[in-house]
């Protein structure tokens, strides 16, 4: 039914999907704004980490069935994959990637075609893309306005998958298909079964968005207990992790692991979109959230006092003479991802504070643009060279070593 598939965003999850169908003999074509991750692709490469990623692509470009391409093409289904981060200071949704995609894939749009929204998005993002798609072609006709016998179908289904993981998850998970008419999850669901071994579960559109955003909620949720208990017992001098371990004894209790807040561009931003539709009653959304965010404030006072305390303890050092060293820029352990990474932005405040601090992230070779490059070091230079040692990513090779020194540990891989 699918002989081809256009696959909008190849990033973390763009680049796997488009990957994952080219792997099983369809056509795809990958596009993406980024010229250099373009070439990269079309040279049988990856632009980022992704266990087995590199694999499958080498072998779907080599074999013929993907390529990528700044300019969108025609293709039998649009799969878009675009980020769908935040507009100002107050958490409002920007939709403005999921709008230039669709404007985008528009031209090329023909009768019977499929298009899915993947990225993540508040409620009603998909009905309000189709309005964008039917306002570039209004010679088509679209559910919202024809219902079952539209022209162009159009879908939800949220990616459910773990950086680190999302190769074997793409095929195994259970896919959540929301389509704007039956008709529509019935070409999604036929989309995915190309691939997918886990069951293809139809709802609507509005509830597959909401799915994805309730299951990243309750994360957050459940994170923020954790990262809350952290401060209370910070405060009455407890150990946290071994209070945990000791609560966890219990058949029917699993708390988490609590850490210097929470990244990435699924539970650190997912519930703020739950919070911008219902402000009024997402309280303890809300609330998690904030709880949540706050914690890198608390990591920073944390190293203050510590840094306070040490050169109290050594008069003879000045603050020129103290190097700070941050393991871990990730938004999580064993992968390059620093989007809306909680230890990169307490990296940053550390280092506009500290004229000595430098970084330590062994899955990338460099800085993004606007950083300071010269302060990513190798994690052998910071044991050798600091006087501060702060964790905050438990990435694999930081749990190889101990540092000697001061040492601030939000994962309690080092206590």
């Known amino acids: 039914m699918f002989k081809s598939v256009s696959v909008i965003g190849l ?6 999907t488009a990957a994952v169908f080219a792997t099983h003999n369809i056509k795809v074509i990958g596009v993406d704004v980024n010229q250099k991750a373009v070439d990269t692709i079309n040279a049988g490469k990856i632009h980022i980490v992704e266990p087995e990623l590199d694999v499958a692509v ?5 074999a013929g069935y993907l390529t990528a391409t700044t300019i969108p093409q025609k293709a039998d289904a649009f799969i878009v994959a675009v980020p769908t981060p935040f507009k100002g200071e107050n958490h409002e949704p920007d ?11 528009a031209p090329v749009l023909e009768h019977g075609n499929l298009v899915i929204l993947e990225s993540t998005s508040p409620v009603g993002a998909t009905e309000q893309m189709a309005a964008w798609l039917a306002e570039c072609r209004p010679d088509l006709s679209f559910p ?6 539209s022209d162009i179908r159009v879908a939800h289904c949220p990616e459910r998958v773990l ?8 095929l195994e998970n259970d896919r959540v298909i929301g389509g704007m008419t039956p008709a529509c999850s019935e070409a999604a669901v036929a989309l995915y079964n190309t691939f997918v071994q886990g069951e293809c579960v139809v709802t609507n559109a509005r509830t597959a968005e909401m799915a994805k955003l309730t299951e990243n909620s309750f994360r957050d949720v459940n994170i923020a207990f954790a990262n809350e208990l952290s401060l209370i017992c910070d405060d009455l001098e407890i150990n946290v992790w071994e209070l945990i371990r000791l609560a966890n004894r219990h058949p029917r209790v699993k708390i988490l692991q609590p850490g210097p807040g929470v990244g990435g561009h699924c539970i650190a931003v997912d519930p703020w979109f739950i919070v911008s539709k219902s402000p009024q009653l997402a309280r303890l959304i809300r609330t998690a959230r904030e709880v949540n965010d706050s914690k890198p404030v608390w990591v920073l006072d944390q190293v203050k006092q510590k840094v306070a305390d040490y050169l109290i303890a050594n008069p003879e050092k000045t603050v020129k003479e103290l190097t700070i060293a941050c393991y871990g820029l990730a938004f999580k352990p064993d992968i390059d991802d620093l989007r809306e990474s909680p230890a990169l932005e307490i990296s940053k405040q550390l280092s506009a504070i500290y004229p000595n601090c430098v970084w330590v992230e062994p899955n990338i070779d460099e800085l993004p643009e606007k950083l300071a490059s010269n302060s990513l070091v190798s994690l052998e230079h910071a044991l050798t060279n600091a006087n501060v040692h702060l964790l905050l990513v438990d990435h694999k090779d930081f749990k190889q070593v101990r540092p000697n020194g001061l040492v601030i540990d939000t994962k309690g891989i080092w206590l």
């Open 144 to 149: 919202q306005s024809a219902g079952i016998a």
């Open 163 to 170: 950086p680190g993981q999302v190769m074997r998850e793409l």
């Open 11 to 16: 990033g973390y999850i763009g680049l796997p």
């Open 58 to 62: 080498h072998a779907a470009v080599k």
């Open 95 to 105: 939709l403005s990637y999921i709008e230039s995609a669709a404007r985008a894939i």
